[in-house]
């Protein structure tokens, strides 16, 4: 609201006084690059702290696609097929599209944590890596700061995945790495607390050959490892030849948790006993839990519709809520 000016009568002295405080003020901000709107950035920063769930003790259920935080629809066709309420609520963000601190905040009252897949379609890593993307990065840390709960955030994903703008055949590792660098590096200077780094590569496999190593941030820069991987009609027959290779690969350079961050079960004669290989082979696996894309996708890089819902069949449906039950999949983020 526009506030209405009104005429003053003042000294001149105390007009000169005046003007030379605003200068004052005004050259000492544009001096320090704008410590005035860092300070302001760091007052609003988030409440809320991340460290206690960066290690969890059991194992969390989630659920993918590609609608807003504010359409739940999913959430309670998940719960009603799954058995139980998701713990996780996965969505996807275009780069350069605002945050919606309320509806992160809804899922958040609501039980689920909020994992948001932020996807830089239209934009270069190496734009982003060398400073031009800073003011979309600034102004989504300030957003995501004024938003009171938790927010798992992944960077870029699947970037080892051809069939992405950003993947092997249009941006280097190192421009992934300096890139997502920069992000985590802006996003700390504006004193963000409230965010949980989650770096997810999809599983090396006949369509992604491409070495992960290079692609890795550092321990530093990542809390949690997010695999994405789908049993379908090309890879993933057993979680040993999904999973397995990539678990023992990413264990070599980094020891953070990992989180199933995207996974399905395509319709055919084998979807019951893949989803009891999934939830055995994950547990056995020691995951901090699974995302299931509850959705009809094509197959990546592809034009094959591929069903993934739990509810294709009965006996889909029966496996999944007793195996997801049995391996102790279901764990709240809430800490009180």
């Known amino acids: 609201m526009a506030i209405p000016r009104r005429r003053l009568r003042l000294p001149a002295a105390a007009i000169l006084m005046a003007a030379v405080l605003f200068l004052v003020d005004a050259c000492a901000g544009a001096g320090s690059g704008g410590d005035a709107e860092k ?38 066709t998940f719960a009603e097929e799954a058995g139980r309420t ?31 897949a932020l996807v ?18 600034r102004r989504l840390a300030g957003q ?58 999809h599983v090396v496999d006949s369509g992604t050959p491409a070495r992960l190593r290079p692609y890795y941030p550092g321990s530093a820069y990542v809390d949690w490892v997010g695999l994405i991987g789908y049993y379908g009609p090309i890879d993933g027959a057993a979680f040993s030849s999904l ?5 023992r690969r990413i264990a070599d350079f980094s020891g953070k948790p990992v989180l199933i961050a995207e996974t399905g079960v395509a ?21 901090i839990g699974l995302v299931w894309y509850d959705q009809r996708k094509d197959w990546p890089g592809g034009k094959q519709l591929m069903d993934w819902r739990i509810s294709t069949s009965v006996g889909a449906r029966a496996a999944f809520q007793v195996e997801s039950a049995r391996n102790g999949f279901g764990h709240s983020f809430k800490t009180g």
Do not use: C
Not at 243 to 247: A, S, V
């Open 267 to 287: 319709e055919g004669k084998d979807k019951q006993a893949h989803i009891r290989d999934l939830f055995q082979g994950a547990a056995k696996a020691g995951v």
């Open 144 to 201: 995501i700061a004024s938003y009171d709960g938790p927010l798992a955030l992944s960077f870029a994903g699947e970037m080892n995945g051809p069939w992405n703008s950003w993947g092997p055949e249009h941006a280097k590792p190192a421009d992934f790495v300096a890139s997502w660098k920069r992000v985590h590096r802006i996003f700390a200077e504006r004193g963000v607390t409230n965010v949980i780094w989650v770096w997810t590569p």
């Open 86 to 116: 998701p713990d996780i609520r996965e969505y996807y963000s275009s780069w350069g599209d605002d945050f919606d601190a309320e509806g992160n905040a809804f899922l958040w009252k609501h039980g689920q944590l909020p994992l948001m």
């Open 39 to 76: 300070a302001a950035d760091s007052a609003a920063a988030a409440r809320y702290r991340v460290s206690s769930l960066l290690r969890p003790s059991g194992r969390a259920l989630g659920v993918v696609d590609d609608k807003t935080p504010w359409q739940y629809g999913i959430v309670t």
């Open 243 to 247: 999973f397995t290779p990539t678990l």
């Open 120 to 137: 830089p379609t239209d934009t270069s890593l190496a734009d982003i890596a060398k400073g031009g993307e800073d003011a979309y990065i």
